[in-house]
Nanobody
Framework: RVGLAESGGESVQAGGSTKLTCTASGYMFTNNCVGWFRQVSGKEREEIATFDTGSGGTAYDDSVKGRFTISQAGTKTVYLQMNTLKPEDTATYYC?????????????????????WGQGTLVTVSS
């Protein structure tokens, strides 16, 4: 069965760190795109980190730039290292993988297809 699964969500103190893992089953992170998203109840899901598994290129939302790092280990695992956590980082975190909508397209546009999503993992940051 093809799917993604997030793990590593926990409760941490502000200023602390944690690392989330996205594990693929029946699928490989190869020549495609991977992103980490987060959602707070009642708000829209936001994309916070994007990774092009072909080029190694990354992009981050301003809210996490300099604190979070997306990385890949092998073809089945993508991480999100989260440092200097703030209470406003509290959310359910999701990983997703897709390919650009057009051949030769970019991972860093909204033109996406063949999207896979995990079920999410909760990170709670207390002050």
């Amino acid at each position: 069965r093809v799917g993604l699964a997030e793990s590593g969500g926990e409760s941490v103190q502000a200023g602390g760190s944690t690392k989330l893992t996205c594990t693929a089953s029946g699928y490989m992170f190869t020549n495609n795109c991977v992103g980490w998203f987060r959602q707070v109840s009642g708000k829209e899901r936001e994309e916070i980190a994007t990774f092009d598994t072909g080029s190694g290129g990354t992009a981050y939302d301003d809210s996490v730039k300099g604190r979070f790092t997306i990385s890949q280990a092998g073809t089945k695992t993508v991480y999100l290292q989260m440092n200097t956590l703030k209470p406003e980082d509290t959310a359910t975190y999701y990983c997703s993988s897709w390919v650009p909508g057009k051949e030769g397209g970019s991972c860093f546009t909204l033109d996406r297809t063949l999207e896979l999503w995990g079920q999410g993992t909760l990170v709670t940051v207390s002050s």
